[in-house]
C-alpha cells in the first residue's frame, strides 16, 4: 500500500500563526480563556469565541484562514509551481464563510454558497487536481484528511493540499447557545465541572504526499506517516453521540487495522475531548474499550482546552498536534485540571511538564454532529 | 475493486420537474417554493415535522432509490452501509431565519427542534438515523460539483473497504428570497443505489448502469482537463472520449468557458446548460441519462471559481425491465 507521507504543514488558530507558534504554546499550556464575539448582532447568553488572526484580503473569513494554512504548508513543503499544478485540495469546513451568509448582508454578493473554502486554496496556490470541500461538521477537518490518503492511495494523486478551516459564525454560537452547549468559562474537556464547549477559529492545512513523489522531488523531511483512517455514523441523533460509543469504537479499531498498528503501539492520542458532558464521558469509555488497563497511563492530549472548539478544523488540528508529538518524540503539558479532572473520565493527562513519548504511533478522533466520526493513526519516522 | 464494478441499481427523485427519473423536464427553471412536494404523502404524516425541506427532499429521494432498488437494505450490514450527498444550499434559508432571529428577538428564540439543523451535515445523517447507516457518512459542499463528487468519492470509499453498498445523492432548497441569486433556486433531491456488480447479480438485480466522476480545478494556465477525461474513458472500457457527447452545466464564467473550449478542442460536442444555484442540476442530468437508454455520455459542470466535475455515464443499451419484471430477490 502507498506510504503517505506529512511533508509540509500549516496553522492558525487563537494560539496564533504558524506552525511553530503553535507548538510553542503547546509546550507553554497557558490557561486560554475565550474572549466576548466582537459581534453586536450575537443577542445570546454567552457570545464567546476563541479568535483567530486573521489576513486581510479577498474571500470569507475561512476561505482567509485556509489559505493563509495553505500557504504556510506549501512553503514547509518547498512544492514548486509544478507540484502545485498537480496537487488536489481537499479542505472541510462545517460553516464556511459564515460571514458572508450573515448580516448585515450584502446585496451585492453573488456567491451562491458559503462552501467555496477548497477551491480559493486551489485558486490560491493554483492547485488543478480537483478542489473538494467537505462538510462533516467538527469532523470534516478529520475526515478531508482521510480522503486525502485514500485519494494517494487509489493513484488518484501524489499530493494533496488537506485539512479543515473554520470562522466565527454567528449562527453557530446562537445554536450552540440555544442548545445550552456552551460552557461559560472556558473549554474544559474532561473537567468536573464542564458546561459544554466553546467554539473557536483556525484552519490547519498538510502537505500529503505519496512516499515515492517524495523521494523523486527530493522532498527535505516529513513529520509523520498518515497511516490509516477509520470512518464510522452513529446513525443515532443529531447531535448527542451514541450512548454505548460503539462506533467510535469501531472508528478507532478501523483506523489501527487500516494503519497495520497494534493499540499497544500507539504512544499518544488527541482526542475529540469537547468539554460537553455526554462526550467526554462516551469518548472516555470507548478509549478504554480499545486501549484496554492501559488507558490509564496513555497520554492524551487535550488540544481544545487551549484552542476552544474548532469544528471543520478541530479534526486537521488534532492530526497536526499529533504529527508534531510524532516529530518531536514529545507530548506536551495539557492545560492544567489536577484534582478537578472528571472522574467519569479516567483517562491520563499528564500536566505541568512535558512527557516524552513512548511509542511509534499516535491517534486523532473526530467526531460530530450527524454522527459522523473518523479516526485517523499517524506513524513516526523510524529512527 | 474497478469503479465499474460498481453499478447503479436504485433511482430516486423528488423534484419540481418530475419525479420519474426517466421522463425528467431539465429544460428552463423550476418552481423555486414547496408547493410542489407532497410530504405527506412521501414521508407520513408524523415524525418529520422540524426537518427542514432539503432534508425532507433527502429522506423521500432515499425512500425511493432504496425501494427502487428492491428494498436491498436488509441483506446489507448497517456497518457496511455508506453514504455520500452533494449541497450548496440546503439549509441556506434556515440559516438566514436563524440569523434574523438571532439578530433581532435573539437565540433564546431560536426553536431547539430546528436548532441542530444549522449544520449542514445534519440533513445527511437525519437519513442515516432512518436507514441505519453506519458505515460511514460524508456531506461534499464543493460549489456545484458536490452532487457529482459523491460519486467520486463514493466509490473511493467503497473501493477501500469502507462499506458495501453506497448510497449517493443531492439535495437543495431554494435560497432566501432577498438572495441575488434566488431566481437561480433548485429544489428538490436526486439519490441513486450503487451496489457491485456482483452483489446485484448475486440478488437478480439489473443495473441502470454506472457512472464514474474525476474531478480536476481550471486555473489560468492549460490544465487537467485531458487527463481528467482519460481517466474516465480509458479504464472504463468506453468508446474514444472524443465522440462522446457532453452536457455542461456552467455559466459563462472563466472556467465555463474554457472547460466547454477544452470539450471542444477534444472534439467533444458540449451542449451548453444553464445552471442553477447549486449541485442538484448537473445530478439530475446524470440521473435522467442512466435513466434512458441510451450510448455512453458525459455530464460536465463547472463552477465560477474554477472547480469542475466530469461524470461519464453508461446506461444499458437496451431498456431495463421495471422491478416488477425483475428476477425474484
Known amino acids: ?383 | 475493486m474497478n469503479p465499474d464494478d460498481l453499478v447503479v441499481t436504485g433511482i430516486g427523485v423528488v423534484s419540481p420537474r418530475g419525479c420519474d427519473p426517466a421522463a425528467l423536464d431539465l429544460d428552463g427553471t423550476a418552481p423555486a417554493d414547496d408547493s410542489w412536494f407532497d410530504a405527506t404523502a412521501e414521508l407520513g404524516a408524523r415524525g418529520y415535522k422540524y426537518v427542514p425541506p432539503a432534508g425532507r427532499y433527502l429522506l423521500a429521494a432515499t425512500r425511493r432509490a432504496v425501494a427502487d432498488a428492491g428494498d436491498p437494505l436488509a441483506g446489507v450490514p448497517e456497518g457496511e452501509r455508506g453514504m455520500a450527498l452533494g449541497t450548496n444550499s440546503g439549509i441556506a434559508a434556515l440559516i438566514d431565519a436563524m440569523d434574523a432571529t438571532i439578530t433581532d428577538a435573539g437565540a433564546e428564540r431560536l426553536s431547539p427542534a430546528t436548532a441542530p439543523y444549522f449544520s449542514i451535515n445534519t440533513l445527511a445523517g437525519r437519513v442515516a438515523m432512518d436507514h441505519g447507516v453506519k458505515g460511514w457518512n460524508l456531506t461534499l459542499t464543493s460549489p456545484r460539483t458536490a452532487g457529482m463528487e459523491t460519486l467520486l468519492a463514493g466509490a473511493r470509499a467503497v473501493a477501500a473497504g469502507r462499506s458495501a453498498v453506497l448510497l449517493a445523492g443531492s439535495t437543495e432548497a431554494p435560497l432566501p428570497v432577498h438572495h441575488p441569486g434566488h431566481a437561480l433556486s433548485e429544489a428538490g433531491a436526486a439519490v441513486l443505489f450503487l451496489e457491485p456488480r456482483a452483489a446485484a447479480a448475486a440478488r437478480g438485480a439489473t443495473p441502470y448502469g454506472t457512472c464514474r466522476t474525476a474531478t480536476f480545478f481550471l486555473t489560468t494556465a492549460e490544465r487537467t482537463v485531458h487527463e481528467a477525461l482519460a481517466r474516465l474513458v480509458e479504464d472504463a472500457g468506453a468508446p474514444d472520449g472524443t465522440t462522446l457527447p457532453a452536457r455542461l452545466i456552467c455559466d459563462p464564467c472563466p472556467a465555463g468557458t474554457a472547460l466547454a473550449g477544452h470539450l471542444r478542442r477534444l472534439g467533444v460536442p458540449a451542449d451548453i446548460v444553464p445552471p442553477g444555484a447549486g449541485t442538484l442540476l448537473p445530478f439530475l442530468h446524470l440521473t435522467r441519462g442512466l435513466a434512458r437508454p441510451g450510448p455512453p455520455h458525459l455530464v460536465a459542470a463547472a463552477s465560477s471559481d474554477g472547480a469542475c466535475a466530469l461524470t461519464l455515464v453508461q446506461p444499458l443499451p437496451t431498456p431495463r425491465p421495471r422491478a416488477s419484471e425483475q428476477e425474484p430477490r
Open chain 1, 1 to 383: 500500500m502507498t506510504q503517505v507521507l506529512i511533508t509540509g504543514a500549516g496553522a492558525v488558530s487563537c494560539l496564533g500563526a504558524g506552525v511553530e507558534a503553535m507548538w510553542q504554546a503547546l509546550c507553554a499550556a497557558p490557561g486560554s480563556r475565550p474572549l466576548r464575539a466582537a459581534d453586536p448582532g450575537a443577542r445570546m447568553p454567552l457570545p464567546l469565541v476563541y479568535r483567530a488572526p486573521v489576513g486581510t484580503g479577498p474571500g470569507g473569513r475561512a476561505s482567509r484562514l485556509a489559505v493563509m494554512a495553505a500557504r504556510e504548508a506549501v512553503g514547509d513543503a518547498g512544492l514548486d509551481d509544478t507540484d502545485h499544478a498537480r496537487s488536489a485540495v481537499v479542505i472541510g469546513t462545517g460553516g464556511g464563510n459564515a460571514d458572508h451568509w450573515e448580516r448585515p448582508l450584502d446585496p451585492g454578493r453573488t456567491d451562491t454558497t458559503p462552501f467555496p473554502v477548497a477551491s480559493a486554496v486551489a485558486a490560491a496556490l493554483g492547485a488543478g487536481g480537483g478542489a473538494t470541500c467537505v462538510s462533516n461538521a467538527c469532523s470534516a477537518g478529520g475526515f478531508a484528511l482521510a480522503i486525502a490518503v485514500d485519494m494517494i492511495r487509489s493513484g488518484e494523486a501524489d499530493v494533496v493540499l488537506a485539512g479543515g478551516a473554520e470562522a466565527y459564525s454567528r449562527v453557530g454560537l446562537g445554536c450552540f447557545n440555544r442548545m445550552r452547549a456552551v460552557d461559560p468559562h472556558a473549554c474544559r474537556p474532561f473537567h468536573r465541572d464542564r458546561a459544554g464547549t466553546i467554539l473557536g477559529e483556525g484552519a490547519a492545512v498538510l502537505v500529503l504526499e505519496s512516499a515515492g513523489h517524495a523521494r523523486r522531488r527530493g522532498a527535505a523531511r516529513h513529520y509523520a506517516t498518515l497511516a490509516g483512517s477509520g470512518w464510522s455514523c452513529d446513525a443515532h441523533h443529531l447531535t448527542a453521540p451514541g450512548p454505548d460509543g460503539a462506533q467510535i469504537r469501531r472508528a478507532m479499531t478501523a483506523a489501527l487495522t487500516d494503519a497495520g498498528a497494534p493499540a499497544d503501539a500507539v504512544g499518544c492520542v488527541v482526542p475529540h475531548g469537547t468539554g460537553t458532558r455526554l462526550n467526554d464521558v462516551v469518548e472516555s469509555e470507548a478509549l478504554g474499550a480499545v486501549f484496554g488497563e492501559r488507558l490509564a497511563r496513555l497520554p492524551l492530549y487535550s488540544l481544545k482546552a487551549l484552542t476552544g472548539h474548532t469544528a471543520g478544523a478541530a479534526g486537521a488540528l488534532g492530526v497536526l498536534t499529533a504529527a508534531l508529538i510524532l516529530d518531536r518524540r514529545t507530548v506536551p503539558p495539557n492545560v492544567p485540571l489536577g484534582a478537578e479532572q472528571d472522574a467519569q473520565c479516567p483517562v491520563s493527562l499528564p500536566q505541568e511538564v512535558p512527557v516524552p513519548l513512548v511509542g511509534r504511533h499516535a491517534m486523532a478522533n473526530a467526531f460530530a454532529f450527524g454522527g459522523n466520526n473518523v479516526s485517523l493513526v499517524l506513524e513516526g519516522r523510524t529512527p
